[in-house]
């Protein structure tokens, strides 16, 4: 197979030697477009929250208080960043350990965005914590009992684990070839450890609320928090490293790889038939047939989370027609990582708002702590398409079949469906 | 084991004179406020509910969901029956006051060095001996220090004594477990601002079901993660090797295989 050196002509290396880091910044500036601007709007914004967080604590910044103690940045920033970071242990599981090479073409992106995810959770947490700088004691102070001592744990190892496994995309930047085949030779444990550690933090998280039997809104506590959590977190995995895989190859003019995302899909479906037969086991356990049929605030909720991202975007991977067309197969996972947002932002913040507004509070988080997020997402974003940019993140062969002419191809493949979709029953065909 | 503290408030006797509230002020080095709610600044108060006056402290649980919570154990059930804090140890995660029953643990929202405060059952006066601030400060005998037992007792021949006067209900006997401050009342504690639907089961004891299981899920679970890869790596190496054997006679379906297979070890 062609080196990447030989494609560009340059190595690396030489590139920087030639542009320099300094003009490479300047560059950037440079060539300001829409979405540079946004992403600078949003880091502004952010800093200027970061400022006053820890200037003047975080009752300054948010609408937490005593009587709502966690907000957005523990409902979004941990619980959804890290549900949507699973795209990595479940890829790197299919290829690694069940051998189904032919999700090797995904793999690295996947495993990118599940090590920057863990990244920004811990970066997040940061803002999160009151005394941020104590975050290391889990480490040395143990209480075995406490569930976010497991998860501190296993968000510890994990991200060191997804380190090693992301390690090959740098070392072969920096043409450290020895160090690239050491972590080949222990990549099987490694990613078998990584699956032992994502189901046991992934379900943790839910676990959290166990011991909140009576704040929360019965709709969504369930003895089954744990097994919720980690299935839907399987589910949700394919659902981003999909979306993720279309917006890159908008960005970067490569083509999809549109058969492994239809297959990754079917994943997403058995996850959530499975996430659906043990709600209703739920419904029957809890006697929740009133609350389902009170069209409340929490019930409309719960019913947009089952039906829209649920039982709607199953149906559609089941759809042959569907899994295996673009569109169809973008929105349904865009349906599918909405559903997952919803139920993690109803399972810690409107499951328990109507036991705290007897108190009289009401949260709605305030414009810092979005703004906090919405920089830590654009960070995010930022650093993956710098990634993708530098580090062989995407398979080789892409850049390969058409270097020169990506844009041209990219115009082709929008405009002629037809032509595209009987290439992908050829390649379906073939196997 | 060592007996057990506890506190045995009786809100029938309570008068609303505060002392308690002043006297637990000057131990933490608050200032005398007229609010009347538990904050960074109150560990405990003095809350009317009806005609009822409630004083209100941390519950001292039995099996503390707060210290359970805790993933640096800067919050423990000592061996006398007070929950303690140690702010040295504090991450400033907030889960002890998201998982109380109470409300009980409070944070300073407006420190940038925050952390928690909560009642401590003033635990250097009692491990010597001596009584709480507040039951100390008590005029009116609506608070009542002792050992748990005893104070179990103590309220059990209360009620039977005046049964018009109680209602047939100590509260904190059995309520998540049991806990170290119980109360006593005229009315149902419902109507007093005590949450009305608690689980005799201990908090803490909802989580544990689970984590219980971590330890054997680890060994079940890399064990079978492992078969899983021995058996898929077998059959792709069988597969190869028929490969192989059949070579000569390509077919479309193996020389895709092998295309990917090579991809596979390309990385290498």
Redesign the interface.
């Given at each position: 197979?062609l080196s990447r050196q030989k494609i560009k002509g340059k190595s690396p290396e030489e590139k920087m030697k030639s542009n320099g880091f300094l003009s490479n910044i300047t560059n950037w500036f440079r060539h300001m477009t829409f979405w540079k601007s946004v992403f600078l709007a949003l880091v502004a914004a952010g800093l200027y929250s970061t400022v006053v967080r820890?200037?003047?604590?975080?009752?300054?910044a948010t609408h937490?208080?005593?009587?709502f103690?966690?907000g957005l940045w523990i409902g979004f920033d941990v619980l959804c960043g890290v549900g949507l970071a699973a795209g990595g242990f479940v890829v790197a599981?299919a290829?690694?350990?069940?051998?189904?090479?032919?999700y090797?073409a995904i793999v690295r992106p996947s495993v990118l965005t599940a090590f920057l995810g863990y990244v920004l959770v811990v970066f997040a947490l940061l803002f999160?914590?009151?005394?941020?700088w104590?975050?290391w004691?889990?480490m040395v102070?143990?209480?075995?009992?406490?569930?976010?001592?497991?998860?501190?744990w296993c968000v510890i190892l994990y991200t060191a684990v997804l380190a090693l496994e992301f390690s090959?995309m740098l070392f072969e930047r920096l043409r450290m070839h020895r160090a690239?085949?050491a972590v080949?030779k222990v990549i099987?444990?490694l990613v078998?450890?990584g699956?032992?550690l994502s189901?046991?933090h992934q379900?943790s998280l839910g676990?959290?609320y166990?011991?909140?039997?009576?704040?929360m809104y019965p709709l969504w506590y369930s003895?089954n928090l744990?097994f919720f959590f980690f299935i839907s977190a399987v589910a949700v995995g394919p659902a981003m490293v999909t979306i993720e895989s279309f917006i890159s190859s908008r960005a970067f003019h490569r083509e999809i790889e549109m058969p492994i995302l239809s297959k990754l899909g079917k994943v997403s479906a058995v996850a959530l038939a499975i996430y659906l037969v043990l709600k209703i086991e739920d419904i029957l356990n809890y006697h929740l047939a009133p609350y389902l049929s009170t069209f409340n605030l929490e019930g409309v909720l719960y019913w947009v989370e089952i039906l829209g991202g649920v039982v709607l975007p199953m149906v559609l991977l089941v759809i042959p027609k569907v899994r295996e067309s673009k569109r169809g197969l973008f929105y349904t996972a865009l349906l599918i990582v909405s559903g997952f947002v919803l139920n993690r932002m109803d399972v810690s913040i409107t499951s328990i708002e109507r036991y705290y507004s007897q108190?009289g509070v009401n949260y709605f988080p305030s414009w810092m702590e979005i703004s906090v997020t919405l920089m830590i997402v654009a960070v995010g974003f930022g650093t993956f398409a710098w990634a993708a940019k530098n580090l062989a993140v995407f398979?080789k062969e892409v850049h390969a079949e058409a270097p020169a002419h990506a844009e041209s191809y990219e115009v082709v493949v929008l405009e002629d469906n037809a032509q595209l979709k009987s290439a992908h029953t050829f390649g379906m065909e073939?196997? | 084991m060592k007996k057990q503290v506890g506190i045995l408030v009786d809100t029938t006797q309570c008068i609303g004179c505060m002392s308690c509230e002043e006297a637990c002020a000057d131990r933490w080095g608050f200032p005398h406020t007229e609010v009347h709610e538990l904050s960074c600044e109150k560990n405990t108060v003095v809350q009317q509910w009806g005609g009822t006056y409630v004083p209100r402290l941390c519950m001292h649980c039995e099996e503390p969901a707060c210290a359970s919570v805790c993933p640096v154990g800067a919050l423990h059930k000592t061996a006398e029956g007070p929950v303690v804090y140690d702010e040295s140890k504090c991450i400033g995660c907030r889960y002890c006051m998201q998982a109380c029953a109470f409300q009980i643990p409070k944070y300073q929202w407006n420190k940038a060095n925050p952390h928690i405060t909560k009642c401590d059952m003033c635990f250097e006066r009692t491990e010597n001996g001596k009584q709480p601030a507040c039951v100390e400060a008590c005029p009116a005998q609506a608070r009542i220090f002792g050992y748990r037992d005893d104070l179990l007792q103590e309220a059990e021949k209360k009620i039977k004594e005046n049964p018009k006067t109680y209602v047939q209900h100590v509260f904190g006997e059995t309520e998540v477990g049991g806990t170290s401050t119980i109360y006593l009342a005229g009315v149902d504690f419902s109507e007093l601002g005590f949450p009305p639907s608690l689980p005799k089961r201990a908090l803490p004891q909802y989580t544990l079901d689970i984590m219980e299981k971590i330890p054997d899920y680890f060994v079940w679970g890399s064990t079978l993660m492992a078969g899983f890869w021995w058996l898929t790596n077998r059959k792709k190496k069988v597969a190869e090797y028929e490969e192989q054997m059949r070579e000569g006679k390509p077919n479309a379906v193996a020389s895709e295989d092998k295309r990917q297979i090579a991809g596979g070890k390309d990385e290498k």
């Open positions: 197979m820890f200037l003047f604590g975080l009752g300054a937490l208080s005593d009587d103690p966690w599981s290829v690694y350990v069940f051998n189904l090479d032919q090797q999160d914590l009151g005394r941020p104590n975050i004691h889990p102070m143990w209480n075995p009992h406490s569930v976010m001592f497991e998860v501190a090959p690239v085949h080949h099987v444990p078998i450890l699956v032992m189901t046991l379900s676990s959290l166990l011991i909140v039997p009576e704040k003895g744990p108190f398979p073939a196997k | -």
